[in-house]
């Protein structure tokens, strides 16, 4: 099995989009962990009272209102970013695929009280349960709010993965399975899983996106990423108001979450299309 | 001798609805069917598309739990047995799907497919069950080389093949064969019978054969019993049933089987009307509505004619004689 995974990176890294995308991937992971370190100066504030600097050489991207500067800031935000996005993105596709592996598989009571409880959880804003968790907490540590967001990012994705597995359950092929002997965690993870796969790819590429957005609007609520603390999400939201006069302090935040975004998509639809052996 | 596989009063109903505004319904698909099977030997399930025939075959193999009825294989009571004597007996009894697409899982090589059930009953020690999916491979008319490729990768024959090679890997004693054919080229349909043909012979198997095609059933068949609507209105040997057959809906079946030579004399029987709903069961006949049997009469509308012993073969229907 881990022989055939080096077989599907292989396969989705051999179309030059996919290529493109993980190259970029990697680029901005290296960007957001070894540029902190080279230039650590992000939360200075050289010349209070200068006001935002447009892009020079001192400044690449230039600096914001308080003056500190801005490739630092989008470094280190970049770091906290991604980590969000990449771990409570798998915190939630962990969740999301198990409970709905477990409901399309076990069915009956089981999966009629995941699925009624998914429906309510679906029914109330997440923005709502969001706010209402983190309001425990003065000012929230990193890990939690991960694992807040993990937490409630699940519900949709274990929709999709239940209706799959209904849909897979009911083939002949595990059918056969059943009757050659083989018993709910093989069935499970050799046949159910393999197949809902795709699935949780492209949930996972919503997700990344999902989460980065939703990060930024909780940190402008004040409730995720505090200050002086930055983020993409955060430092787009920062530079709002300055959009005609300072464009560059939204640019470069703002142009990192779209290239992120748009990365993992690609990224996500190539691996989605290696694991169908159909496509290869 | 006792025989490999009997079957008494199997009952399947389908419970539908029963939900808090509707009212339940039991869809009735298999009404009380009894027949038995010898090792070695070929039972035919024919009947129309809704008879109860598949849902006879995957009740046999608990692949669906009866409503009621006796099921014994080999002398051991199948319905009684616990988790793991069910997963132990289950090896004997393998089933081969009708459909050549869905029987295959597309995420695994044809090799792991083959291999499933020599892992789960630990067959052969794990350095040779790569060795041994190429004999079954072999053994099906397949290129060993092909256990590395994906069932996209093959015809539909060829994936037939593939799900016989699933079903011989546990070394079984009985197959039920649902349709193995119907969804395959005439031309690869003779293949596939003659390798199930020479199969039975080297291993000893026993078949249940569920299909339509009368056609392939006499090439396959020793016995066939005739369903409709969840009943076997008709058992006997292959010649009996196809020569001379007594129930009006096996002759019906039969009429409409292509004649070989053009312009030799048949008649066509076109029967009126659809069967019964299965959520009603008529008190007389099933058949009732749709026969054309000129002693039809007021019995037939009130009494349920059950199987009896004519020679060579048993039948329900009050006026087979």
Redesign the interface.
Do not use: C
């Given at each position: 099995m881990t022989g055939s995974l080096a077989v599907t990176l292989r396969r989705a890294l051999s179309q030059s989009d996919a290529r493109v995308a993980a190259v970029t991937l990697a680029a901005l992971l290296t960007f957001a962990v070894v540029v902190p370190i080279v230039v650590p100066g992000w939360r200075e504030m050289p010349n209070l009272g200068a006001g935002a600097e447009p892009p020079s050489w001192a400044h690449p991207f230039g600096t914001d209102t308080l003056s500190r500067d801005l490739f630092a800031r989008v470094a280190y935000g970049g770091r906290i970013s991604l980590a969000i996005a990449g771990l409570a993105a798998l915190l939630s596709l962990s969740i999301g695929t198990g409970i709905g592996l477990m409901a399309g598989y076990a069915g009956g009571v089981v999966d009629t009280l995941l699925m009624r409880f998914v429906d309510a959880a679906l029914a109330v804003p997440r923005l709502f349960i969001l706010l209402l968790m983190l309001a425990a907490w003065d000012r929230v540590p990193l890990p939690a709010f991960i694992a807040v967001l993990g937490l409630t990012g699940w519900f949709g994705t274990s929709r999709l993965v239940r209706a799959e597995v209904l849909r897979v359950r009911a083939e002949p092929f595990v059918a056969a399975a059943k009757n050659l002997g083989a018993g709910a965690a093989r069935t499970i993870f050799r046949h159910l899983l393999p197949n809902v796969l795709g699935v949780v790819l492209v949930s996972a590429a919503l997700s990344i996106g999902e989460v980065i957005l939703l990060e930024a609007g909780l940190s402008f609520l004040g409730v995720g990423v505090q200050p002086p603390t930055p983020s993409w999400g955060a430092m787009v939201l920062d530079g709002r108001d300055a959009l005609t006069t300072t464009p560059w302090t939204i640019l470069f935040p703002g142009v990192a979450i779209l290239v992120t975004v748009l990365a993992v998509n690609v990224l996500a639809d190539a691996l989605r299309a290696a694991f169908d052996p159909r496509s290869a | 001798m006792t025989p490999l596989l009997e079957v008494t009063e199997l009952v399947k109903h389908f419970e539908n609805g029963g939900g808090l505004l509707r009212a339940q319904h039991a869809i009735h698909a298999v009404n009380g069917v009894s027949f038995s099977i010898d090792r070695g030997e070929t039972l035919a399930l024919v009947g129309e598309s809704g008879s109860g025939k598949t849902t006879v075959g995957?009740t046999v193999?608990r692949?669906l739990e009866p409503t009621s009825g006796s099921l014994r294989f080999d002398g051991t009571d199948l319905l009684a047995a616990t988790r793991n004597e069910l997963?132990?007996l289950?090896?004997r009894?393998?089933?081969v799907?009708?459909?050549p697409y869905?029987?295959?899982?597309?995420?695994?090589t044809v090799g792991a497919?083959v291999a499933?059930?020599i892992e789960?009953?630990r067959l052969v020690p794990k350095a040779e069950i790569a060795n041994r999916v190429g004999q079954l491979l072999t053994e099906v008319g397949l290129d060993p080389a092909l256990a590395e490729k994906?069932p996209?990768e093959f015809s539909g024959g060829q994936r037939q093949r593939i799900?016989i090679a699933?079903a011989l890997a546990?070394d079984p004693d009985f197959i039920v064969l649902d349709e193995p054919v119907s969804a395959l080229d005439v031309s690869v349909q003779a293949q596939i019978i003659n390798l199930l043909l020479d199969l039975q012979r080297d291993r000893g198997l026993a078949y249940l054969f569920i299909g339509h095609d009368l056609g392939v059933v006499r090439h396959l068949a020793g016995r066939i019993a005739v369903m409709y609507f969840g009943r076997i209105v008709e058992i006997g040997s292959r010649d009996e049933v196809l020569e001379r057959p007594r129930h009006p809906y096996t002759q019906a079946l039969i009429s409409a089987v292509p004649v070989p030579e053009p312009g030799s004399a048949r008649t066509r029987i076109v029967l009126p009307g659809d069967p019964p709903s299965p959520l009603v069961q008529p008190s007389g006949c099933p058949f009732a509505s749709r026969c054309f049997h000129p002693a039809k009469n007021a019995t037939c509308a009130s009494q349920r004619p059950l199987l009896r012993q004519l020679r060579g073969a048993e039948v329900a229907c009050h006026h087979a004689e």
């Open positions: - | 995957k193999l692949l997963r132990t289950r090896r009894l393998q089933i799907f009708q459909d869905g029987s295959l899982d597309p995420r695994m497919s499933e059930g789960i009953h994906y996209h799900g699933r546990v």
